[in-house]
């Protein structure tokens, strides 16, 4: 690593950009959270209140004893969330993004070494032909297969119902490439030791290549989930009903229907936001992995 | 030849699952999608009417009102995401490991919150009493302004937001490729007397154009494909002020179906990403090589 010798004044005029950057940056999720713990009253006014009332006002109502204001202001705090799990659907959306992000997260790991683990490491006729048809349509933007991906899905006759979602999802081979990527990196030697062991094919699948590729299988783990649970487009054309809509559509019927009522849509923004902010912060290395094994040097 | 083939019976059976998947939804549709711009659907059937779509979409003013609100966004949302990724990552680079993983965990947050999120609290932020951009503009004694209801400015809106939106893949992107150039170049050019920033536009810029071309192939795909901001912004009004091409395309295709149409405007639509990432690779591509 290189450190480069800056004198204070520069280091300071890098930190006052860096910061400026950080804070715009940071802004627009910061608005959601405060939005949605404003009490009803204070959400729009001008000048807007940078630090909700119950965080600035709980303390001090507190220590005064005035037990009941303190209490008031807490429940104003939560009042759009209540009115959000009251009238919406919000559960049942929430609930379905979750289920469908971690059976497509399930299942793509699943799939995807299966067929990696066949692409890196056996001999068989066509094997490459096979391979680069798949990759090659990684080049075909998703959004240009709309129409005949949603015939497709008619012809199925799965309209409206959670596979239309979750089996496009299936079949996208990010996953394959990456983990195939990842599984060349494994040295052949050890899948002819466990053979000459007595191993099966699957036996060595299972029992040698998966465990061998935990981070690469972590990696895409993270990021098939980030992109299930925030895809909006697709789950927007393939449902219709509201009891399986996912939260990011839920979220603009929501809009739709209250187009004013910021405290309420904010605070469906922070549920939708809250879970990706969670695994992003516990898991960053490896979302820096899947871009960095994704992008340039692939 | 069957013989090898079923001696390699499982090398097919590990790939079979996923590539009947993969078959079924991604090569099925891509076929597809050749076919459905020929044909006119109808509620009886379809019928085969040649180029007749494509002809449609080249005297379609809405169609190009969309693509000229595209290449608007993409102008300028393009170049600002590749070159404040640039900056930004030169400027985090540096720093020791702490500040660079609160820096790049900043700027990465919004691209992990989803677009849909981050779209409605723009859409907030843009409210024209009370919302946030006005009131800043009011600190500097500006009047307010009718961002998302005005045609004059409800694009505008869109590109200030995706401007102002950092770009998360591109940071991470320059600062593993900074990672990877060797120190010694730069010593060696630190004993050659040349200072930081004939340094930065020396070495790291050139070895940087890898990433660069990367970023600016997938940045202008990402802006040609740009849909959600507007949906829930905007819904591509005031009149057709912020509708863009995919947005056209779903219009047409999932609230007109028309699919023969919206499928024609597809093809346009990869034919002119395919062009332009082509155009971007024959000339950005140089003769950079090194081994990271």
């Known amino acids: 690593m290189r450190k480069l010798r800056a004198s204070h004044i520069g280091m300071g005029f890098v930190y006052l950009i860096l910061i400026t950057a950080a804070v715009i940056s940071l802004i627009p999720l910061y608005w959601v959270f405060t939005t949605s713990i404003q009490q009803p009253e204070e959400v729009q006014i001008m000048p807007p209140r940078f630090i909700p009332s119950v965080i600035s006002k709980y303390l001090p109502l507190r220590l005064s004893g005035d037990q009941e204001s303190a209490t008031a202001l807490v429940d104003g705090a939560l009042e759009s969330y209540r009115l959000l799990f009251k009238s919406t659907r919000i559960t049942r959306w929430f609930t379905n993004s979750l289920i469908i992000s971690l059976t497509a997260t399930a299942g793509i790991l699943l799939l995807d070494s299966m067929a990696a683990f066949s692409f890196a490491k056996k001999q068989f006729p066509g094997r490459d032909l096979l391979f680069w048809i798949m990759i090659g349509t990684m080049t075909i933007p998703g959004q240009v297969l709309l129409v005949p991906l949603f015939m497709v899905v008619r012809e199925l006759g799965v309209v409206n119902t959670p596979w239309a979602i979750l089996l496009p999802q299936l079949s996208m081979v990010f996953g394959v490439f990456l983990l195939r990527q990842f599984m060349m990196t494994i040295p052949s030697e050890l899948i002819e030791a466990a053979r000459i062991d007595g191993a099966g094919e699957f036996g060595i699948y299972w029992r040698v290549m998966l465990p061998l590729s935990k981070p690469g299988l972590a990696t895409l783990g993270i990021l098939t989930f980030t992109s299930s649970w925030n895809s909006f487009l697709w789950p927007l054309i393939a449902v219709q009903k509201s009891e399986w809509f996912t939260l990011p559509v839920g979220l603009k019927t929501l809009q739709d229907q209250n187009l004013v009522n910021y405290g309420l849509l904010m605070s469906g923004a922070a549920i939708a936001a809250v879970p990706m902010i969670i695994i992003f912060l516990s898991f960053q290395k490896y979302f820096i992995r899947g871009l960095t094994l994704g992008g340039v040097k692939g | ?292």
């Open chain 2, 1 to 292: 030849m069957f013989k090898r083939i079923w001696k390699a019976r499982s090398g097919y059976l590990f790939i079979l699952p996923k590539y009947i998947l993969f078959t079924i939804f991604v090569l099925i549709p891509i076929i597809w999608s050749v076919f459905v711009s020929f044909q006119e659907y109808r509620v009886f059937g379809t019928e085969w009417v040649g180029l007749l779509n494509f002809q449609d979409v080249f005297h379609d003013d809405l169609f190009w009102t969309a693509v000229g609100n595209t290449l608007r966004y993409a102008v300028i949302v393009m170049p600002s995401s590749v070159i404040s990724a640039l900056i930004l990552a030169s400027l985090i680079n540096p720093l020791k490991r702490g500040a660079q993983t609160f820096f790049r965990a900043s700027f990465y947050l919004p691209t992990v919150a989803s677009s849909v999120v981050i779209s409605m609290v723009w859409r907030w932020i843009f409210q024209t009493r009370f919302g946030l951009a006005n009131y800043f503009l009011s600190l500097f004694g500006a009047e307010p302004i009718n961002w998302l209801h005005s045609s004059a400015w409800a694009m505008r809106s869109v590109i200030i937001m995706a401007v102002l939106t950092p770009p998360g893949m591109g940071i991470i992107l320059y600062l593993a490729a900074m990672a990877s150039i060797p120190e010694s170049l730069y010593e060696a050019a630190t004993i050659d007397g040349a200072n930081r920033f004939v340094q930065w536009w020396k070495i790291t810029l050139p070895l940087l154009k890898p990433t660069t071309l990367y970023l600016m192939i997938v940045s202008t795909i990402g802006s040609f494909q740009v849909f959600d901001q507007v949906m829930l912004m905007t819904q591509g009004g005031p009149g057709y002020a912020t509708t863009t091409i995919v947005h056209r395309i779903y219009n047409v295709a999932f609230r007109d179906f028309q699919f023969g149409y919206a499928g024609a405007m597809s093809m346009f639509l990869f034919v002119a990403i395919i062009t332009l990432a082509l155009i971007q690779s024959k000339v950005l591509s140089g003769d950079v090589e090194y081994k990271g």
